[in-house]
C-alpha cells in the first residue's frame, strides 16, 4: 500500500489489488466503530450502493466477527434507488443480501427507505427518521452545521465523478437545507433515487470514498489533484469534511493518473 496525503483532498490510500483494498478496508471501519463506540457508545454509518459493498466483504469473517461491537451499530444510506427492497436494483437488497444478512446487526437499527412512498415522500421521510436519531443522540450532531455527524459515511464514485446520487450538473448539487433530498433523473438507472447532500456528508466525522478500475482514473485525478479552475468541478470534489477526515481508498488503476502516481510506486 502507498499512501498520500493531500493538503485539502484528504488521504489515500492506494493498494497493489481488491484484496489488500478490502482487508485496508475492513479495518478501518472496525478501528473508527471500536473508537466510536467508545467515545458515544454508538457507531452510525452510512453505505452507498455499487461495488462498495463487496469490497467490505471482509467484515464477516475473523476477527471482525468477534471483536466488532455489532449490537452498538446503526445503519443508514447515503443515497437509495427508489425501487421495491427486494428488487435487483436496490442498494438496501445489495447490501443485506451480501453484507447485513451475515452480520448480527439489531434489525431495528437498519434504517432504509420506506419503499412505498414516492421518491420525494421518501427522502422527507428519511430525513424526519434521521432528525429523531440526531434528538437522542443515535446519530451525533455536528458543532459546525446544524447537521447530524454521521460516524463514517462510506461513498463510491462513478466515472463521471458522482458520489451517492449526486450526479454532475444537477441542481440536487446546491441544496442547503434538507438533509436528503431526491432525484427523478438520475443518468444512472434506476433514474428515482434519495440522497445525503453535500452539507450533510461534509458534517460527517469520517468520509470515506472507495473507487477502484481504470475506467475511475480521470475522474479521480480530476476529484483528487490539484488540477486548475478550468477544470469541471466533479460533485466528489464537493466532498470536503468541514470538520472531519477525507479518506480515498483506490486501487493503482484508479489512482494511476494521480500526479504522484509513479512517485508513490518508486
Ligand atoms: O446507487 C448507486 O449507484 C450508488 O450509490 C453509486 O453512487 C455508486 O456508489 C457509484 O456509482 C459507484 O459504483 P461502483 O463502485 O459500482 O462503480
Known amino acids: 500500500m502507498a499512501l498520500f496525503e493531500s493538503k485539502n483532498r484528504g488521504e489515500g ?3 497493489e489489488n481488491l484484496d489488500e483494498l478490502s482487508t485496508d478496508l475492513a479495518d478501518y471501519i472496525a478501528e ?10 454508538f457507531f452510525a454509518i452510512a453505505l452507498s450502493g455499487g461495488s462498495i459493498i463487496s469490497l467490505m466483504r471482509n467484515l464477516c469473517g475473523a ?27 436496490s442498494n438496501y437488497k445489495l447490501a443485506k443480501d451480501q453484507l447485513l444478512s451475515k452480520l448480527p446487526i439489531v434489525p431495528s437499527h437498519v434504517h432504509s427507505i420506506n419503499d412505498s412512498l414516492t421518491a420525494e415522500e421518501a427522502a422527507n421521510e ?6 429523531q436519531l440526531v434528538r437522542t443522540r443515535v446519530v451525533n450532531v ?10 463514517l459515511i462510506l461513498l463510491g464514485m462513478g466515472p463521471d ?7 454532475p450538473n444537477h ?9 436528503v433530498t431526491f432525484i427523478t433523473t438520475s443518468p444512472k438507472p434506476p433514474p428515482e433515487r434519495i440522497t445525503f447532500t453535500p452539507p450533510v456528508i461534509n458534517s460527517a466525522a469520517n468520509v470515506a470514498v472507495v473507487v477502484t478500475g481504470g475506467g475511475k482514473a480521470e475522474a479521480s485525478r480530476l476529484a483528487i489533484d490539484d488540477v486548475g479552475p478550468e477544470c469541471p468541478i466533479l460533485p466528489a470534489r464537493m466532498i470536503e469534511p468541514a470538520a ?22 518508486k
Open 13 to 15: 490510500r492506494i493498494h
Open 32 to 41: 473508527l466503530s471500536e473508537a466510536s463506540v467508545k467515545e458515544r457508545g
Open 63 to 89: 476477527p471482525y466477527n468477534k471483536t466488532v461491537d455489532w449490537s452498538k451499530w446503526y445503519i443508514f444510506w447515503a443515497d437509495e434507488r427508489v425501487v421495491a427492497k427486494n428488487h435487483v436494483d
Open 126 to 131: 428519511y430525513g424526519f427518521v434521521i432528525r
Open 142 to 151: 455536528s458543532e459546525v452545521s446544524d447537521c447530524p455527524k454521521f460516524d
Open 161 to 167: 465523478g458522482h458520489v451517492a446520487s449526486l450526479f
Open 171 to 179: 441542481s440536487v448539487l446546491e441544496e442547503k437545507n434538507e438533509w
Open 244 to 265: 472531519g477526515k477525507l479518506v480515498w481508498f483506490l486501487d493503482n488503476q484508479a489512482a494511476s493518473k494521480l500526479k504522484g502516481f509513479s512517485q508513490f510506486y
